[in-house]
């Protein structure tokens, strides 16, 4: 589903990426861990297409992430640092609207169902800019479900849940594996990482500085001694 080789990125004088060669097959879950500038958002922004690699090759369900990027970006759910959700709006009138921009038929049954998933359904109808950074957290994870995206890419998809909330997303992305679906996240919690992914990957530097294609191998502590001993 997405292979990277040798892929670097560099901004003016820092090298954010520096030759990454990645695989990982369908319905498979990654987690990237790593310490902050390490270059996990990089790659995930080169993923999904909104930043370009300085060299290298990426490809995703077959097409080039450069070249044939207008192929892949309806293919992909993508969760950044910021949520793109409108603040006028209420929670079902922000997933309706990009239900719309997706092309999602039945947007509004759909919209119901996630509101549902992520627990927000008695705060449908209240305005966003209302809501709390975890409210915020839970409606920004539905919205990038509406389109049932083939790869998921979640950039610290944790950020601002509560431990229900946090329940939450591991039972969706549980069904979205049984799905078939395909599934990059990075975050610095490590325990809930390790939960979740089959393939975990250590970043340090803008290089994998470790990667292991059986999580269910580690424990918790083996895996906080492994990611002590490959971060700088
Ligand atoms: N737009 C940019 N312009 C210049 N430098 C950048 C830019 N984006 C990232 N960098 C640099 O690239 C490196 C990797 O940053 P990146 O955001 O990918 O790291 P990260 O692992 O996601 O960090 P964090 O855990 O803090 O989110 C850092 O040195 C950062 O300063």
């Not at 939960?195 to 906080?224: M, P």
Request: glycine share 10%.
């Amino acid at each position: 589903m997405v292979r990277l080789q040798g892929v670097t990125k560099r901004y003016a004088h820092v090298w954010a990426l520096r030759g990454i060669d990645l695989e990982l097959r369908r319905g498979r879950c990654l987690g990237i861990f790593g310490a902050n500038g390490a270059g996990k958002t990089t790659l995930l922004n080169i993923l999904a297409t909104l930043t370009r690699p300085s060299s290298g090759q990426v490809t995703i369900a077959g097409y080039d992430a450069v070249r044939e990027a207008e192929k892949i970006r309806p293919r992909l759910g993508v969760l950044g640092h910021r949520t793109y959700l409108y603040g006028d709006l209420t929670a079902s009138e922000n997933l309706q609207f990009y239900g719309r921009l997706f092309g999602v038929t039945n947007g509004h049954r759909r919209s119901q169902e996630l509101l549902h998933s992520v627990g927000l359904d008695s705060d449908s109808q209240q305005r966003v800019r209302t809501f709390s950074r975890g409210m915020q957290q839970r409606l920004a994870i539905a919205r990038v479900l509406l389109h049932e995206p083939e790869l998921l890419l979640l950039d610290e998809p944790y950020t601002g849940l509560d431990q229900q909330a946090v329940s939450r997303l591991q039972s969706l992305l549980d069904d979205l594996q049984a799905d078939e679906k395909t599934i990059i996240l990075s975050t610095h919690d490590l325990p809930r990482g390790l939960a979740v992914c089959d393939e975990i990957l250590i970043q340090s530097r803008g290089k994998i500085a470790y990667y292991h294609e059986t999580a269910s191998d580690l424990d918790i502590a083996g895996f906080e001694q492994l990611y002590a001993a490959h971060v700088q």
